[in-house]
């Protein structure tokens, strides 16, 4: 069907009203790029998902981050969009400079591969690595830390808020039931494959469709969606072929499945869900800084509903702390503010 087709369908949509959410900031972004809500029915409404790993890492992971970073011999190394995140401490950025007067350190990185070269060529110095994200950077770090071991380098310690997407839609399938159906997150996808939604889809009886990128895409994903609804159908359907295969990425799935194994994790936001954190397992236990001691957390600040932007209850411009103006990407308060993929941050950049 030509692309045309499937908007004058989308905006001539005048079927009951639809609640689709996308669990990817990269599609929140790129819905807001390419007009999307402008070339479909208001009908059909869009939210965003827990789909930014950044704006569910829990306080208790920052604090625990500001401690190595704030220990003699010790080094932070971390990717630059964890130093705004709020901790019951403050942010890492707000801690930098203690940091360094007590002689511990913060450092950006680029590559988790960084900690590596610098544990070698400083054997005395502890490198602690922030290890954050889902199923898309996890093989990284596993890969990283049995490159590690295989050296024989014991200097590097990972503090991991690593997390798996599936059980987190399991998690708002089961808690909210007004959700129709998902547009699934691509990047995730390539890795997972395509069946790791089977069971979901069967289970709630919603369409899960992956999409790619482009406004063509989300078009298309969206167009299945409320195709299958019609029809009275939930399934999986695959509309990002040139990059999600069946079974997904084997070498990074045996990668994750070598160094990791699945435990319960905090989302913040969400609360504890079971099997969606991964911790270093087996040979590799020995290089975890204490992350499966961060299960339990501290609510979010008082005023802030995040909670409620990820779940899909409200929009962000819905929060009064952003209508306000007293959470912006300069000063965030809650973490969907903080992040380049954080719903909260997106809206801000698209609404002003």
Same mark, same amino acid.
């Given at each position: ?17 639809? !609640?689709?959410?996308? +669990? ?5 972004? $790129? ?11 208001? !009908? ?12 569910? =890492? ?19 190394? =971390? ?16 801690? !930098?400079?203690?940091? *360094? *007067? ?16 610098? $544990? ?7 490198? #602690? ?18 490159? @590690? ?9 990972? #503090?991991? $808020?690593?997390?798996?997407? +599936? ?9 909210? %039931? ?20 089977? %069971?979901? @889809? ?11 990128? *482009? ?36 070498? /990074? ?27 270093? /397992? ?26 409620? +932007? ?43």
């Amino acid at each position: 069907m030509d692309i045309r087709d499937v908007i004058d369908y989308l905006k001539s949509y005048d079927g009951r009203e639809l !609640k689709l959410m996308e +669990v990817c900031g990269t599609h929140t972004a $790129a819905i807001f790029k390419n007009g999307i809500r402008d070339l479909i029915s208001p !009908k059909i409404k869009l939210i965003s998902g827990p789909g930014c790993p950044v704006c569910v =890492t829990p306080t208790a992971y920052i604090d625990r981050c500001v401690e190595y970073a704030c220990t003699p011999g010790c080094e932070l190394l =971390t990717f630059g969009d964890m130093m705004k995140v709020p901790g019951s401490r403050g942010s890492l950025s707000e801690n !930098k400079a203690e940091a *360094e *007067e007590g002689g511990g350190r913060i450092t950006i990185m680029y590559s988790p591969f960084e900690a590596i070269e610098k $544990a070698r060529a400083n054997p005395d110095t502890t490198y #602690v690595v922030a290890a954050v994200g889902f199923e898309t950077t996890a093989p990284t770090y596993a890969l990283m830390i049995q490159q @590690a071991k295989a050296l024989g380098i014991e200097n590097i310690k990972l #503090v991991t $808020a690593l997390k798996t997407a +599936v059980p987190a839609l399991e998690w708002i399938c089961r808690n909210q %039931e007004d959700i129709d159906g998902f547009i699934c997150p691509g990047h995730v996808s390539v890795i997972t494959g395509v069946h790791v939604y089977d %069971e979901l @889809a069967s289970e709630y009886g919603k369409p899960f469709v992956i999409s790619g990128f *482009e406004a063509e895409h989300i078009l298309a994903a969206i167009y299945r969606i409320v195709k299958q609804i019609e029809a009275g159908m939930g399934r999986v359907e695959n509309m990002y072929t040139n990059a999600v295969r069946e079974n997904g990425n084997r070498k /990074a799935l045996d990668a994750i499945e070598t160094a990791f194994c699945a435990g319960p994790a905090m989302w913040r936001g969400l609360g504890v869900i079971p099997e969606s954190g991964l911790y270093l /397992a087996g040979d590799y236990a020995g290089y975890d800084g204490g992350s499966r001691d961060l299960v339990e957390d501290m609510e979010l600040p008082e005023g802030c509903r995040c909670g409620d +932007v990820i779940t899909g209850k409200i929009n962000p411009d819905q929060c009064p702390m952003f209508a306000g103006g007293t959470c912006t990407p300069m000063k965030p308060f809650g973490p969907c503010m903080v992040s380049s993929e954080g719903s909260c941050g997106i809206w801000y950049r698209n609404k002003h």
